[in-house]
């Protein structure tokens, strides 16, 4: 019902959705969010780095909350840390559900706590160097929503 991963390594989100979508057949919706290193503003690479005692197991309680909480067929999160270049996927969230509503608000709440709520650290790098980046009022807003 949860496949929830952290890679290292680059991945595939069409893939991904297409394999997770095969495996909900009795779903009447899936929500997909796929969050990529924008391309522009002089970013020249991103990097998360994490707390690998906590990252996992952080992600998994996530996945348990969101399954708690709506009526999902599936959920699937795919994380990547290290060092990526503008355009590579950082995160593939989707949610499998009988009715659409389901599956919109459980994706949105994944991503509001992964955005603002994780283990995680990010940094951008441009032509002047790398710079730590934190979370903005925005996302503080979107995770209270909750």
């Known amino acids: 019902m ?18 997770f979508t095969a495996g909900h057949p009795q779903a009447g919706g899936v929500v997909s969010f796929l969050g990529q290193v924008r391309q522009g503003e002089g970013v020249e ?10 990252t996992l197991p952080g992600m998994r309680a996530l996945a348990d909350a969101v399954l708690a909480r709506w009526a ?25 559900a009988r009715h659409r509503r389901d ?3 459980a994706a949105d709440f994944a991503m ?13 790098k441009t032509s002047d160097g790398w710079r730590w980046i934190e979370p903005r009022d925005e996302d ?5 929503r909750w």
């Open 2 to 19: 949860r496949d929830v991963r952290l890679l290292d390594l680059g991945f595939d989100p069409s893939l991904e959705l297409e394999r």
């Open 72 to 96: 999902l067929d599936g959920l699937l999160i795919v994380h990547r840390i290290g060092v990526m270049v503008p355009r590579d996927p950082i995160v593939l969230v989707a949610a499998a």
């Open 103 to 105: 599956a919109f608000a």
């Open 45 to 54: 690479a991103l990097e998360l780095r994490h707390y690998e005692p906590l």
């Open 140 to 144: 503080r807003r979107d995770l209270a």
């Open 112 to 124: 509001d706590h992964l955005k603002s709520e994780s283990w995680f650290w990010k940094r951008e």
